[in-house]
């Protein structure tokens, strides 16, 4: 089930990362080694972020679909 306004949340997260690590790359006027560090480390944050939001779904559809096969299980021991 996708709940409305969750596309808009993903877009706005998604230009975040994308507009940030273009600030980042473009903006930051030192060394070229520390630039490839900043980038690095906005990529290895924004991954961070978008693994740990994969967990939270997995585990929440893990919930939904073990607590439906209770109801439906419950539904089927009452005779309906």
Known sequence: MIVPGVGYALA???AV???G???????VKT???LRKRYLFVVIFFA???YGGWMSSEIIYDQQVISSSAV???G???QGH
């Open 12 to 14: 706005v997260l998604a």
């Open 17 to 19: 990362v994308i507009f």
């Open 21 to 27: 690590g273009i600030l980042v790359a473009r903006g």
């Open 31 to 33: 060394q070229p080694f």
């Open 47 to 49: 991954a961070l972020a």
């Open 71 to 73: 109801l439906q299980d």
């Open 75 to 77: 539904r089927e021991s």
